[in-house]
């Protein structure tokens, strides 16, 4: 018993069988430096400290006037209260029973 499926004859692939050949690139030429790049990525760098001290000054001074927490408590959770029993607790009434 064969392995692969039956194939018509004529059949033609939906994909290539071989890789059809590249024709190769011609190389680029080499790119000059731009002579904006440093100042840009100075600004960019004191931009984002500026930002980070802003950051780091906002946190000091929120948590400043605030008291220390309370620790959380590291004994067992409480559990659930459990619902009430069936027939008890009824709060409405049907419109005979009043």
Do not use: F, W
């Not at 960019?44 to 948590?63: D, Y």
């Amino acid at each position: 018993m064969s392995h692969e499926p039956p194939v018509p004859p004529n059949n033609q692939s939906p994909y290539p069988i071989a890789e059809p050949p590249h024709d190769d690139p011609a190389p680029l030429p080499p790119v000059a430096a731009r002579e904006g790049s440093s100042k840009a990525l100075l600004i960019g760098g004191a931009i984002a400290a500026v930002g980070a001290a802003t950051a780091g000054i906002a946190a000091v001074l929120l948590r400043r006037g605030k008291p220390d927490a309370k620790p959380k408590p590291s004994g067992p959770r409480p559990t659930a209260r459990k619902a009430p029993a069936a027939g008890r607790g009824r709060t409405r009434t049907r419109r005979g029973d009043a």
